[in-house]
């Protein structure tokens, strides 16, 4: 939803909330190894987490426009501090080494620590898998749309 | 015969318990992997999802395997686990415009907004049973999935990225910049009623039907919008369908430090749009109104009725006990729950039950000794034993 800022280095590519997005949807395997490149001077303190719960998701119909709640989504939450920077994940389903890792790498960003360039490449990677995916979802789909032809 | 105290049985419980689980687990055939249930079984795990209320496919998806294949069940499962959790948040509101299709139709209009796709459906495939013998089936599957090299951009790219095919208009606010669509946009903005704190009860709003409705029991919401339609309550018109999309919606939750939205992922729902055709008296008949229907996953049968049901329940204001049904016979936990209930030990209930017949013949027998006898006559019945007419 958030939108990708572009302006000098890579960690000023990414908003605070396209960052989360993005570590949000990062593979688990890629967060919990660059986390453990991270925390090697051992810097942290988890103020929150990680914790597995759930998120009501809200809606509003379309109709009367009047909100209501769908149902609840699984999710892990974890928050942490590092160098003074916070860091904060929430992700969908039940992970959290993924979401602690995630955490991390978002206060590693905001810390400027040395591992900020890789966070941020890790993030535009994800954000390109994800529109690969996108497109090959499309391919797949496009050619069931109905076209109408007029009869005479 | 009397009320006697009694307890046992759970040794047996503990061995039909490790009967399923032996059953289940063990066998001839490859362990059932939870991802096959979510790749293959999508709209079985879909209904655990939705009937559970809560968006997790892995853990529907464990639920379902562990229930042996029991939808209601497996939902009881999710059910219970979720109780056990903490609410971390509330999403945003998100705005169903966000949807970002899958499959879309529009029954109602040949033109819509937007494309029409048919997406991964079985609607229009003939109900023939596929003989394709496994290794054949398996084969052409091997051929059909894509390596990487194969997969090149889009065919369509600009499409692709276009969302007026992904994110399309609908329907309704066509019809409501022609004026044909009645307005029922509700400016207080009232606070949604959460059901999984309060049990909804007639004469609750709007949002207690949608939420009730949108974790239903599939088959109770097409058996109550069947009974609406052609059967005796009849509260129900053939209702023309304005939108049927599946597809993705954004989680968008709160920054912690920024407050702005951050999409944390996304669930999949589908969402119907019903156009009822007013007739009423203290209706306006120059307009058309809409039912709203939306659930997790891929049901599109669920939101259907949920959608009928919506503007059949608005239109019928109070007046039967449409409302009723929905908010109170819908649930799949409540309807089995109690069912089920019917087969746990009742012999307590039962025997009161049999000393009520039997005190009841006693009288009667009193009462043919009496008409035989006169009134003070006091033969008893000899079927009956001395014990039981002295009660």
Redesign the interface.
């Given at each position: 939803?958030?939108e990708s800022t572009s302006a000098g280095s890579p960690t000023a590519e990414l908003s605070?909330?396209r960052r989360?997005?993005l570590l949000?949807?990062a593979p688990a395997d890629a967060l919990v190894a660059l986390a453990e490149q991270c925390l090697l001077d051992d810097d942290l303190v988890v103020i929150a987490g990680p914790?597995?719960?759930?998120?009501?998701?809200?809606?509003?119909?379309?109709?009367?426009?009047?909100?209501?709640?769908?149902?609840?989504?699984?999710?892990t939450?974890a928050?942490v501090e590092r160098a003074g920077a916070?860091g904060?994940c929430?992700?969908?389903?039940?992970d959290r080494l993924a979401t602690l890792a995630a955490a991390v790498l978002d206060a590693e960003v905001g810390a400027r620590g040395g591992q900020a360039d890789a966070v941020v490449a890790l993030c535009l990677a994800t954000e390109r898998d994800h529109d690969?995916e996108?497109?090959?979802?499309?391919?797949d789909?496009?050619?069931?749309?109905?076209r109408?032809d007029e009869l005479d | 015969m009397g009320y006697v105290a009694a307890k046992g049985g759970l040794e047996a419980i503990r061995a039909a318990e490790e009967l399923v689980r032996r059953r289940r687990n063990s066998g001839t055939s490859p362990w059932l992997e939870t991802s096959q249930l979510t790749e293959r079984l999508r709209l079985a795990v879909d209904r655990v999802i939705g009937e559970g209320g809560l968006w997790a496919p892995d853990l529907a998806a464990r639920a379902f395997r562990q229930a042996e294949g029991d939808v209601i069940e497996a939902s009881h499962l999710v059910r219970s686990y979720r109780s056990t959790l903490p609410r971390l948040a509330y999403s945003e509101p998100v705005d169903m415009d966000h949807l970002e299709v899958l499959r879309r139709i529009v029954p109602a209009y040949r033109n819509p907004p937007g494309p029409q796709l048919l997406g991964r459906t079985l609607d229009y495939t003939g109900r023939l049973i596929d003989f394709t013998p496994d290794d054949v089936a398996q084969a052409a599957a091997n051929c059909e999935a894509p390596t990487e090299a194969e997969e090149g951009p889009a065919a369509d790219a600009d499409t692709a990225s276009d969302d007026a095919a992904r994110r399309p208009g609908r329907l309704y606010r066509m019809l409501r910049d022609l004026d044909l669509v009645v307005d029922r946009t509700n400016p207080d903005d009232p606070e949604p009623y959460d059901i999984t704190r309060q049990p909804a009860r007639p004469g609750a709003p709007r949002s207690a039907r949608l939420s009730t409705m949108a974790r239903a029991e599939t088959g109770a919401l097409v058996q109550l919008w069947y009974r609406n339609i052609l059967g005796p309550d009849n509260h129900l018109h053939e209702i023309t369908l304005g939108e049927v999309r599946h597809g993705h919606l954004p989680v968008p939750v709160a920054h912690p430090r920024t407050g702005r939205p951050v999409a944390i992922g996304r669930v999949r729902v589908t969402e119907v749009e019903a156009i009822e055709d007013l007739d009423g008296i203290d209706e306006d008949g120059s307009r058309f109104d809409v039912g709203y229907g939306l659930c997790f996953g891929h049901n599109e049968r669920k939101a259907i009725a949920m959608a009928n049901l919506d503007i059949s329940v608005h239109r019928d204001r109070g007046r039967s006990a449409l409302e009723q049904s929905v908010l109170q016979t819908t649930d799949g936990l409540d309807a089995s729950g109690f069912l089920e209930h019917l087969k746990l030990p009742h012999y307590v209930t039962f025997r009161s039950m049999v000393e009520r017949k039997m005190a009841r013949r006693s009288d009667e027998a009193r009462g043919r000794a009496q008409a035989v006898h006169g009134l003070g006559g006091d033969e008893p019945d000899p079927e009956l034993n001395n014990e039981e007419l002295c009660r």
């Open positions: 939803m958030s605070p909330e989360a997005e949000a949807l914790e597995v719960g759930m998120v009501m998701l809200t809606v509003r119909e379309p109709i009367a426009l009047e909100r209501f709640h769908l149902g609840e989504v699984l999710v939450r928050e916070r904060w929430m992700r969908l389903g039940d690969a996108a497109e090959r979802e499309w391919r789909l496009a050619p069931t749309e109905v109408f | -």
